[in-house]
């Protein structure tokens, strides 16, 4: 029964790097967003933002 107590541990970390790479990916994108905001203060609406 030890390959099935593996198997769970693989799958619980292959569901952490993925949320990881989740929160990360978000973040990255937060900060193109950011850094692509117009200079006289007119926000640009990303797909899925609230204007």
Partial sequence: MRY???G???ALVGLFTYG???VLR???WERALTA???ADG???VAPGERP
Avoid: W
């Fill in 36 to 38: 692509s905001r117009t």
């Fill in 26 to 28: 978000r973040r990255r």
């Fill in 4 to 6: 099935v107590d593996a």
């Fill in 42 to 44: 007119a926000d640009v």
């Fill in 20 to 22: 990881v790479g989740l």
């Fill in 8 to 10: 769970y541990a693989a």
